[in-house]
């Protein structure tokens, strides 16, 4: 049974940080692309970061530069460290497994976890 679990998210100000996390577990998760997705109210969800199985990254351009994903893979967790938080970076934010690359319509979903930047 694929199971991936998110955590690290909450409320924070804006300028703050977050670290999320993502435990995976039925996967060999060495060979899966990671990514971080995240969705706001009335907005489409959107590809934030991913991190292929050879350690490739991309970013989306709003978030670039300020947020960086990572994995450990003696743990099976992926991180997305989220610095200098903005209000629009407000979401639902899913983890997501993906064997090599990720890619539409297959892999694997968490259950989201809520950030929050708010005054």
């Known amino acids: 049974q694929v199971q991936l679990v998110e955590s690290g998210g909450g409320l924070v100000q804006p300028g703050g940080s977050l670290r999320l996390s993502c435990a995976a577990s039925g996967i060999v998760f060495r060979l899966y692309a990671m990514g971080w997705y995240r969705q706001a109210p009335g907005k489409q969800r959107e590809l934030v970061a991913s991190i292929n199985s050879g350690g490739s990254t991309n970013y989306a351009d709003s978030v670039k530069g300020r947020f960086t994903i990572s994995r450990d893979n003696a743990k099976n967790t992926v991180y997305l460290q989220m610095n200098s938080l903005k209000s629009e970076d407000t979401a639902v934010y899913y983890c997501?497994?993906?064997?090599?690359?990720?890619?539409?319509?297959?892999?694997?979903w968490g259950q989201g976890t809520q950030v929050t930047v708010s005054s």
């Open positions: 997501n497994a993906d064997l090599f690359t990720v890619k539409p319509g297959t892999g694997y």
